[in-house]
C-alpha cells in the first residue's frame, strides 16, 4: 500500500484479556518500530524491528507486551492481561534503511486500545 | 536517559503571525533531529529534519527550524502562521550511536490558530 496501515483503528477490551495489534509497513521497508502514545504525550519507543529479528526491545515495558515480525513485512504486537494503563494510542512506523544516517519513518494511524 | 523538553504545551496564534516552538534535547552526541506534525483526525507526519551541513534546515509549508548545537536546541519557525496550521508538533531526537533509529519524542505543542 501507500502508507503504514494498522488494524484495528479502535480496540476496546476489559482488563486481563489478551489483544493483538497489527501494522503493516510501507512495502520494502526492512525496519518496523511500535511506539506508545498516551493522552498528552508525545509517542514513546517499545521495540524495533530490523528485518524479522527484534533488534532493540529495550523499551518494552514488562513481559507482557510482545511483538513479532515473522516474515520481514507484517509485526503483530500482543499484550497480554491487559490492564487500564496500558489504554493508549499505539503508533507503528517503518523506514527503508533501517537506521540508516538519512533514514526517516513514516507513522501509521495508530490503534487507540481502551481497556476498561 | 535522554530526554526531549519542548517548552509550550499549548500555544494560540491570530493567522499572519509569527511562530517559534522552542525544542530542548539532552545529549551530549552527535543526533538526527526532526519535527513532526499531527493535525486534527490524522497520523504523524514528517515536517522537517536535521542529519548534517547547514543548521538551518527547511520543511515543507513554509517551516523552518535552527539547529543551535551549543544550546542543544531545535526551535521551529514560520514567519507567518494560517489556520490550516492548527495541529500539533512534535520535535523529536535520534542519537547516532544508536543505529536503530528509535525517536526519542518531546511532550507535544498544541498550535490554535485563529482565523
Known amino acids: 500500500g501507500a502508507g503504514v496501515s494498522q488494524t484495528p483503528s479502535n480496540k476496546v477490551t476489559e482488563k486481563g484479556k489478551y489483544v493483538e495489534l497489527r501494522c503493516d509497513p510501507i512495502s520494502g521497508h526492512t525496519a518496523l518500530y511500535w511506539y506508545r502514545q498516551s493522552l498528552g504525550q508525545g509517542p514513546e519507543f517499545l521495540i524495533y524491528f530490523q528485518g524479522t529479528g527484534a533488534a532493540d526491545d529495550s523499551g518494552l515495558p514488562n513481559d507482557r507486551f510482545f511483538a513479532v515480525r515473522p516474515e520481514g513485512s507484517v509485526s503483530t504486537l500482543k499484550i497480554q492481561r491487559t490492564e487500564r494503563g496500558d489504554s493508549a494510542v499505539y503508533l507503528c512506523?517503518?523506514?527503508?534503511?533501517?537506521?540508516?544516517?538519512?533514514?526517516?519513518?513514516?507513522f501509521g494511524p495508530g490503534t487507540r486500545l481502551t481497556v476498561l | 536517559a535522554q530526554s526531549v523538553s519542548q517548552h509550550n504545551h499549548h500555544v494560540i496564534l491570530s493567522e499572519a503571525a509569527s511562530l517559534e516552538l522552542g525544542c530542548n534535547y539532552s545529549?551530549?552526541?552527535?543526533?538526527?533531529l526532526f519535527w513532526y506534525v499531527q493535525y486534527p483526525g490524522q497520523h504523524l507526519q514528517l515536517l522537517l529534519k536535521?542529519?548534517?551541513?547547514?543548521?538551518l534546515v527547511k520543511g515543507i509549508k513554509g517551516f523552518e527550524a535552527e539547529f543551535i548545537k551549543s544550546k542543544f536546541s531545535f526551535n521551529l519557525r514560520k514567519p507567518s502562521v494560517q489556520w490550516s496550521d492548527t495541529a500539533e508538533y512534535f520535535c523529536a531526537v535520534s542519537p547516532l550511536y544508536n543505529q536503530g533509529g528509535k525517536l526519542i519524542f518531546g511532550q507535544g505543542t498544541e498550535l490554535s490558530v485563529k482565523p
Open positions: 536535521y542529519f548534517s551541513g547547514d543548521p
Open positions: 545529549y551530549g552526541g552527535t543526533v538526527n
Open positions: 512506523a517503518s523506514s527503508l534503511l533501517a537506521g540508516g544516517i538519512t533514514d526517516t519513518q513514516y
